[in-house]
Structure formats: structure tokens, C-alpha cells
């Protein structure tokens, strides 16, 4: 136990959320809880983790949600170790949403992503069909996130290129995507900045700088891909081959790289396996699956197109291995599946509401600790 790395998650203390401040003790080793000595409460060394009140072994935990996270069905699980299907969705789960926090701390943060490919796929549910969108970055194979919906709208993938506008520099900025034609106004619509005149009303929305949107057409018959068209629907052919060039190596436009990491996810989540009888019954189910998988993906899993070599004298060549995170420099090092798992976001206080003029001890307080009174 290191209190040093811990912080209070209580969200009406004013040390919620800050580390090696000196507020965080150790209250008893043997239960494993902390103390805070600004507000006085204790908290489980595992608050805020997947891991916090479980009745099982934390290895044994770990082990239970590594196999999910790379395509183990529950029902094999189940079998395996003779848990109840409860208690093993219910780790899915909360697992799950402990990774969807994780991503929206560390990767949904602005870099230059230079070259973004997304696409859809249905996935066959319990008596219904929903639509899965994500969203990669090639350079890096950093996967951006996803969204899950009952209909392949326009909703669908505003909601998608929202998470992609919250990962993007305004940088030049290439989109390789399908035929559909609601990416065009889904690219468009979050992209676009406020450009305050000092009138009264609503300012106009400028789009940005180097946006550009290519479409890759495939024509059908029966099923079988009959032709491709590729298709440069914002910019010129000479500025998308050069990001072309410096993202992806050269090359024409594809959507190559999304369609693998879709067959990746294919083969580690149960439900999106082609003819397969683990289906999902609801939308959040798919949805904490899909974080599940994706944030392995990117911290816990060696890509093979991502090493890097290395001349070492007397040794000859040798291969340096990078997780997708570590090739858009969001770690320096490969994370075990318990790494991510106990890996705690820290959250802001949730300051109360204090009527008439704030006491100078109290904004001493809140100076202290970096916050700024509202």
C-alpha cells in the first residue's frame, strides 16, 4: 500500500482527486484502507476499480475479465470456474465501465491524429439488430471509441465523430470512410469553431482548416464486390496523397485498417462473432463490451505493425514492441490487464453551495488546493 498514489474519493472533500499532497494515510493495513485527513473519512484501497467489493480472488478476477477481453464466451467461464453467469456479467460490466472512464481520461484528449478511417457493422442481438460505428487512427491503430444504436442514422455517426472531435488538434486532418452518405454532414457538423463578432445572439460556426473526407464506394452484385470507386468528396487529390503518404506509408484510398481492427473485435467479443449463439440481449451490454475490448486493445496488446527496429551492436537487428498507446505517446511502457484495472481516474469535488461572503479561512482552503470559487 502506498498512500502516496492514492486519493480521497469522497466528492465533497477538497482533496478528492489530488495525489502525494500528504492528505492520504494508511488506516489499516490488514483491511487495506486508506484515511483522508482533510475530511476524516476511510476508503477500500480498491475504490474506484472494477475490483472494489467483490467477493471473489482479485486474481483470480483479473483472470475472469482477461478472458472476456479476448473472446472467452461467458457460458466457457461459467463452466470453467463455476461462477454464477450473474456474477461474471456483473464483473463484465463494471469492468467495462471502468475502461470507458479510462478512455475518456487518457485517449479522448486533442493530439494530431493526421488520418481517421471509421465504419459500421450491425450486430445481431436477442430478437433485435443494433449498429456498431467506431473509429481508428492509422498512423498509431489508436482505437478512438464507438457507438452503439438500434439504426444506421445520421445520429449514429454525429455521435462517433463528436468522441473523434474530442481526440483531434485542428490539424490537417484526413477521413477515409464507406459510401454511406451521412458521413459527409457527421464529419462536417462537429468540426466547425465559433467566431465570436461581440453582438448579441448565437455567433456563426466557422469549419475548420484541413478537413477532408474520402469515400471508398464498393458496388454489389449478389454478394460479391463487383467494383470500387474511390472518391475524394472534400479537398484534392494531391493533398489527401500526400497525407496518404505520410500516415499510412502511400498507397490509394482504403478503409483497410478499420475493416481489420472490426475483425478484431469480431474475434475478442462473443456477441459480434458471425453465426454464433452468444447473443447480446441489451444496447448497455454491447456498449461496455465494446470499451472493454477496445481499451486492451489499445494499452494491453503488442501490434505487430507498430515495432520499431533496433541496430544493437554485436547482436545485429532487434524489435522494438509498441502497444497502440504507446505509438500516440499516452504511456511509455506496455500495461498489464491489472495495470488498467487499478488504474484509478481522479475526479474533481463537488463543492457546496454557501450562502453570503466566503470566510477568508475558506478561500485560503480552496487556494490551497487549486480550486477556484465559483
Not at 83 to 90: A, F, L, M, N, S
Not at 223 to 251: E, F, N, P, W, Y
Request: with cysteine; aromatic share 8%.
Amino acid at each position: 500500500m502506498d498512500p502516496q498514489k492514492a486519493f480521497c474519493p469522497n466528492e465533497t472533500c477538497l482533496a478528492r482527486g489530488q495525489i502525494q499532497r500528504g492528505n492520504v494515510v494508511i488506516h489499516s493495513r490488514k483491511e487495506r484502507r486508506y484515511k483522508c485527513k482533510v475530511c476524516g473519512k476511510t476508503f477500500a484501497a480498491t475504490k474506484g476499480t472494477p475490483l472494489y467489493r467483490l467477493h471473489k480472488s482479485e486474481e483470480w478476477a483479473v483472470i475472469v475479465i482477461t478472458l472476456l477481453a479476448y473472446g472467452c464466451p461467458l457460458q466457457a467461464i461459467v463452466a470453467a470456474f463455476g461462477w454464477d453467469e450473474r456474477t461474471v456479467k456483473r464483473l463484465e460490466s463494471q469492468a467495462g465501465a471502468h475502461c470507458q472512464t479510462v478512455h475518456e481520461h487518457l485517449v479522448a484528449q486533442p493530439r494530431d491524429l493526421g488520418h481517421v478511417q471509421a465504419d459500421e457493422i450491425w450486430v445481431k442481438a436477442q430478437g433485435v439488430v443494433f449498429w456498431l460505428a467506431m473509429a481508428m487512427q492509422v498512423p498509431t491503430r489508436l482505437w478512438l471509441g464507438a457507438t452503439v444504436s438500434r439504426h444506421p442514422d445520421l445520429k449514429l455517426l454525429e455521435a462517433l465523430m463528436q468522441q473523434v472531435r474530442a481526440c483531434a488538434l485542428c490539424r490537417p486532418l484526413l477521413f477515409c470512410v464507406d459510401g454511406f452518405r451521412g458521413y459527409i454532414k457527421a464529419i462536417c457538423r462537429p468540426f466547425r469553431e465559433p467566431l465570436p463578432t461581440g453582438k448579441c445572439g448565437r455567433p456563426k460556426l466557422r469549419p475548420w482548416d484541413g478537413i477532408y473526407i474520402a469515400q471508398v464506394v464498393k458496388r454489389y452484385t449478389g454478394r460479391r464486390v463487383t467494383s470500387v470507386v474511390h472518391r475524394i468528396v472534400q479537398g484534392t487529390s494531391v493533398i489527401v496523397q500526400t497525407l496518404l503518404d505520410q500516415t499510412q506509408g502511400g498507397g490509394q484510398i482504403n478503409t483497410a485498417y478499420i475493416e481489420r481492427l472490426n475483425a478484431t473485435f469480431r474475434a475478442r467479443l462473443a456477441p459480434l462473432v458471425r453465426r454464433g449463439r452468444a447473443l447480446v440481449q441489451q444496447q448497455a451490454t454491447l456498449q461496455v463490451g465494446v470499451y472493454l475490448v477496445g481499451t486492451v486493445y489499445n494499452f494491453c496488446t503488442y501490434h505487430h505493425s507498430l515495432r520499431l527496429a533496433l541496430i544493437v551492436p554485436g547482436r545485429g537487428r532487434r524489435w522494438l514492441r509498441r502497444t497502440p498507446a504507446i505509438a500516440a505517446g499516452i504511456t511509455d511502457h506496455y500495461w498489464t490487464v491489472a495495470e488498467l484495472l487499478w488504474l484509478k481516474v481522479p475526479k474533481p469535488p463537488r463543492l457546496p453551495k454557501r450562502r453570503g461572503r466566503p470566510s477568508k479561512a475558506w478561500l485560503a482552503d480552496l487556494s490551497y488546493w487549486g480550486l477556484v470559487h465559483g
